[in-house]
């Protein structure tokens, strides 16, 4: 049953989690002794060094691994809706099928009704301004195209919560800036709960409500930050403020401790 932490609902509860790979005898511990609550409705974003088991954990929420240690509970409220969808760096739309239909795929899947279908998936297309690509196949459209198809795709989908693996990493600066405003909007207008795993403090800082930053392989939490800047934000403006930098200077301080020489060799 779902509790109630203060006026919000629990969605995933994480308590003492650990995920160690066997390969030929060899333990590689991911990530160890992470315990975390995230509510119905947040967006988190995990940072950390390179290696600390980010994507692992990530995987491991998503159920394509299982933990090792600990225990992992996450509501699914709403049985005729998917759990996940999941949102990759790249190369996570089907190649031969068009913008339209890559949208649509997962609402076919579910057998959704054909008008509801055509409803939301022009609805996302318009809304990830990808009006003029709508018949397009993904080799025809640019990274920034085909991230904006991913990120459509899995909205439309409608499941309950996104969880989305360094999804504007290969993209350029400008690509990258423009992407994150659209995302942000359309999280705005349906608040679902979404984990974002990024390496860059600036877009964990625009991005969320709350940032969990690890420690060096094998990761941990080192600490859970609460990001209360307004919203709706719009990140030119955001970065000039005095909160923003100044969350943005702790969290850097606390990153680099575990970036620097003595993790190095690791
Ligand atoms: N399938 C696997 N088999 C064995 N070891 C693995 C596997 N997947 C991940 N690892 C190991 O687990 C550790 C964490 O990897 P993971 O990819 O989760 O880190 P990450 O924080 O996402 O890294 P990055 O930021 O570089 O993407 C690494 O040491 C990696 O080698």
Known sequence: MNEIAG???RK????GLGKTFFIRKKEITAFHDISLQINEGEFWCFAGPS??????LLRVLAGLETATKGSLEIIHNDQSKPLNAMVFQEHAIFPWMTVWDNIAYGLKNRKVEKDAIKRIVDEYIIKTGLEKFAYSYPHQL???MR????????FANDPEMLLMD????????QNRLILQQELIQIWEENRKTVVFITHSIDEALFLSDHIMLMTAHPGTVKKIYDIDLPRPRNMMEI???????????????ELREEVGPKHQSQ
Do not use: H, Y
């Open 147 to 154: 991230q904006r198809v991913s990120i459509a795709r899995a």
């Open 51 to 56: 290696g600390c088991g980010k994507t692992t």
């Open 12 to 15: 995933i509860e994480i308590e």
């Open 7 to 9: 006026n919000k609902q």
């Open 142 to 144: 640019s990274g920034g």
């Open 239 to 253: 970065r000039k403020t005095q909160d923003f930098m100044r969350l943005f200077s702790t969290i850097w301080g």
């Open 166 to 173: 360094e999804p504007f990493a290969s993209l350029d600066e």
